[in-house]
C-alpha cells in the first residue's frame, strides 16, 4: 500500500507522533509514523470500523483503582 495517511490532529509541527493508515479494496493498514518501514497491521474494513466506533463510544467514569 502506499497511499499513507495521518490524521490532521497528530499535534504541533511535523506531525509525526501518530499513527498512519492506508487502505485497499478488502483492508485498512496501520503503522506507526515514526517508524514507518517497521510492521504494519491490517484489518478487514468491517474490523476497523466496529475498532474505531467502540474507541468513540462513552466509557463513563474510569474503574476504580
Given amino acids: 500500500m502506499d497511499n499513507w495517511r495521518k490524521s490532521s490532529y497528530s499535534g504541533p509541527g511535523d506531525g509525526n507522533e501518530c499513527v498512519e493508515i492506508a487502505t485497499s479494496a478488502t483492508r485498512v ?3 506507526d509514523s515514526k517508524a514507518p518501514a517497521r510492521a504494519t ?3 478487514p ?3 476497523f470500523t466496529r475498532f474505531l466506533t467502540t474507541m468513540k463510544e462513552p466509557k463513563g467514569s474510569p474503574p476504580p483503582c
Fill in 45 to 47: 474494513h468491517a474490523a
Fill in 29 to 31: 493498514a496501520v503503522r
Fill in 41 to 43: 497491521l491490517a484489518f
